[in-house]
């Protein structure tokens, strides 16, 4: 049993994009889904889907990479962990490398970047950070 399967999924991601693969496939859920789907809305990767067989289901993830061959995503890291939680109101999330970069949040309206959470006024659990 896996008992972080978010940073599982970050850390695929990480190996994939420092192997230069064009797609990485994740076991499924709807909390890696809705983080993911931030990623693909803020443009760090190319897009998301869902493939069912059976009675399993994968999120196959397309790499997103610049003309020169180089990762939209450089750095990817889990902030909120199992073992210690990281909770932000929405006055205390603060810009990510200057704006260059974001946070995903959990709130209580769903997953999204922290732009969209300070825009709502919604705080939560920190997800994850990446640039």
């Known amino acids: 049993m896996m008992t972080d399967p ?6 695929r991601i990480r190996n994939a994009v ?4 064009e797609r990485v496939e994740l076991p ?3 909390f890696k889904l809705g983080v993911l789907k931030v990623l693909e809305e803020e ?3 190319r897009s998301v889907s869902v493939i069912s067989e059976a009675n399993k289901s994968r999120i196959v993830v397309t790499l ?8 939209m995503i450089s750095f990817l890291k889990r902030v909120s962990k199992p073992g210690r939680r990281v909770y932000a109101h929405c ?6 490398l200057g704006g260059l970069g974001l946070s995903i949040i959990s709130t209580s309206k769903g997953v999204m ?3 969209k959470a300070k825009e709502s006024k919604l705080g939560g659990e920190i ?4 640039w």
């Open 6 to 11: 978010v940073a599982d999924m970050l850390t």
């Open 18 to 21: 420092g192997s230069k693969h």
């Open 28 to 30: 499924h859920s709807l």
């Open 43 to 45: 443009g760090y990767v």
């Open 64 to 71: 997103k990479y610049g003309s020169q061959k180089e990762p």
């Open 91 to 96: 006055d205390a999330l603060k810009p990510v």
């Open 113 to 115: 970047s922290d732009k």
């Open 127 to 130: 997800v994850c950070t990446i």
